[in-house]
């Protein structure tokens, strides 16, 4: 390779991608060992990468149990459900629950599990944007942020895809990542070996970790450039961040209204100084 070419594929390399340009979920959770890397954080009670810790998720599901009084044996979809950290804690509230996930491996972990504890949990593999799902749900979850890990065009996709199969007094509890958190993060560039202790590959590799603002759509990217000696793969992670009043006109334009907020999935009072913010939102 000459000097030139070096000079090329490195300034391409660094250069700051369109918002939205590319988009690579289905590499992040259907590759084999990283989709057992996270089974793992997912199944570790204290770690945060995949999942928050198990003490804050039965705080989370309690409050959700008691808010939509699932004793009552309420219809449950959880879109992210992962390994049914809160498709398990749900059912034993009472609720008659579906999960659904992209990642093959967390939803055979949660198939199993369910089996094994005696526990009837619907469970389906796939991309929650496509997969069939059935309809008459009282209530819809997406928990952790996911929210904000989807394009626009993904949101408004996935809204009118809830709204089809919530009952017409059916409702959303979802949470965001606020504006707050999106002014505490920062642009950066780290060139590691084996970067995360081995996340990306079984194999040695080289990682190239930068993460761009995007000011004006209030967006984070965080890119991954994995370097093998057989392959070279790019992971793009995006993050969304609302205020109350983008969250709140988004919910609007697809035909929902939001009728609660609070500063986190166990409900917390709302505060504008909060990390996270979570709503109620019903049918407009």
């Given at each position: 390779?000459?000097?030139?070419?070096?000079?090329?594929?490195?300034?391409?390399?660094?250069?700051?991608?369109?918002?939205?340009?590319?988009?690579?979920?289905?590499?992040?959770?259907?590759?084999?060992?990283?989709?057992?890397?996270?089974?793992?954080?997912?199944?570790?009670?204290?770690?945060?990468?995949?999942?928050?810790?198990?003490?804050?998720?039965?705080?989370?599901?309690?409050?959700?149990?008691?808010?939509?009084?699932?004793r009552t044996g309420a219809k449950v979809v959880d879109f992210g459900c992962g390994p049914g950290l809160y498709t398990s804690r749900f059912h034993d509230a009472g609720a008659e629950v579906t999960g659904i996930d992209f990642s093959s491996r967390s939803i055979e972990y949660a198939k199993n599990a369910a089996s094994k504890e005696g526990r009837k949990i619907n469970y389906i593999q796939g991309n929650y944007l496509e997969a069939d799902t059935p309809a008459g749900f009282d209530l819809a979850t997406m928990i952790y942020c996911d929210y904000c890990a989807l394009s626009p065009a993904q949101r408004k996709r996935l809204l009118g895809r809830m709204n089809n199969i919530l009952k017409a007094d059916g409702k959303i509890f979802l949470d965001v990542f606020s504006i707050k958190a999106f002014d505490s993060r920062e642009e950066a560039s780290i060139l590691n070996r084996n970067f995360m202790d081995g996340f990306w590959s079984s194999s040695e590799y080289t990682c190239l970790c930068q993460s761009w603002k995007y000011m004006e759509q209030r967006v984070m990217l965080y890119k991954y450039d994995i370097f093998e000696a057989e392959r070279t793969r790019s992971i793009f992670n995006w993050l969304q961040y609302f205020n109350l009043d983008t969250l709140e006109n988004e919910m609007r334009e697809n035909g929902f209204r939001v009728i609660e907020t609070c500063s986190d999935a166990a409900g917390g009072t709302y505060s504008e100084d909060s990390q996270t913010i979570a709503v109620v939102v019903e049918k407009a």
């Open positions: 390779m000459t000097n030139q070419e070096k000079y090329n594929f490195l300034y391409k390399l660094t250069d700051k991608p369109e918002v939205w340009s590319e988009y690579t979920a289905y590499d992040l959770w259907a590759d084999e060992h990283i989709s057992q890397k996270m089974l793992a954080y997912h199944l570790d009670p204290d770690s945060e990468p995949a999942s928050r810790p198990h003490g804050f998720i039965d705080k989370s599901a309690a409050w959700i149990a008691e808010r939509f009084n699932f």
